[in-house]
């Protein structure tokens, strides 16, 4: 996609930093959409479409190289770990919008992806539910149809035998990689290999916040020093406005 300029920054920023995490994504995905004539409304597109996306707006944002550090589960130290945009987004491919049945265990369940809309239906659970249930709930809200001859009552996620439950919820998996991204890692300091989530919607907000910060911080030394309004100094490339900058700080004689 196109370099986001300085002014769809801030307004992104503006529109986004009160909403819900689900509504946030959805509103940062929807830059960089260029096919906005679909028939299926983002919200209840894979997620996996969604994070792709994401992926595009950060490559537009700050580049292809992804810095990220998590916590050690073991001795809390911080553990730094990269990826790329072009890299994740090769796992776009794999994406299956529609599914077939799934055979297991003699049942034939028929499925779809999930989407953001599961997502903000679980984020509106009672705090004080079981963990369990959101995932319980997202299988419920995926499942079209259950079949099954000895059990023609069967016809929630609740009734499926765990096998069958286990088989489904890897069946979501495999179809939509790029729905829960999850990085192998190993601190540097205890050794501890663990698994962490690559949240692409928080990592691209953050990049965001972080831009739509300092270009706060351009609007206001340019406008002091030359009583430019905002609009005027948005409008600069980024090298010009950078240039203006280092006149001012006298980085630039």
Do not use: N
Request: aromatic share 4%.
């Amino acid at each position: 996609m196109r370099t986001l300029p300085a002014g769809e920054v801030l307004r992104l920023w503006d529109e986004c930093r009160d909403a819900s995490p689900q509504a946030r994504a959805l509103a940062l995905a929807a830059t960089a959409d260029d096919d906005t004539g679909r028939a299926v409304p983002p919200a209840e597109r894979p997620i996996g479409r969604i994070t792709a996306q994401l992926l595009r707006l950060r490559d537009a944002l700050a580049g292809p190289r992804m810095t990220a550090t998590v916590g050690c589960p073991g001795c809390r130290g911080t553990v730094e770990f990269q990826a790329t945009t072009e890299a994740l987004l090769a796992l776009e491919d794999k994406i299956v919008d529609f599914p077939p049945p799934l055979l297991h265990g003699g049942y034939e369940v028929v499925w779809r992806c999930l989407s953001y809309e599961d997502l903000r239906a679980v984020a509106e659970l009672p705090e004080a539910d079981d963990p369990d249930k959101g995932a319980l709930l997202l299988l419920q809200r995926c499942l079209l149809s259950l079949r099954q001859e000895e059990h023609p009552q069967t016809s929630s996620a609740v009734d499926l035998p765990d096998p069958v439950r286990q088989a489904l919820t890897d069946a979501m998996s495999s179809a939509d990689p790029l729905a829960d991204l999850l990085v192998d890692l190993r601190c540097p300091d205890c050794e501890l290999a663990f698994t962490a989530d690559l949240d692409v919607a928080a990592f691209v907000w953050a990049e965001l916040e972080a831009r739509g910060r300092q270009l706060l911080l351009d609007v206001d030394a340019l406008a002091r020093s030359y009583g430019w309004s905002e609009s005027e100094v948005l409008a600069l490339s980024e090298p010009r406005r950078a240039s203006y900058l280092r006149i001012v700080t006298g980085e630039l004689p």
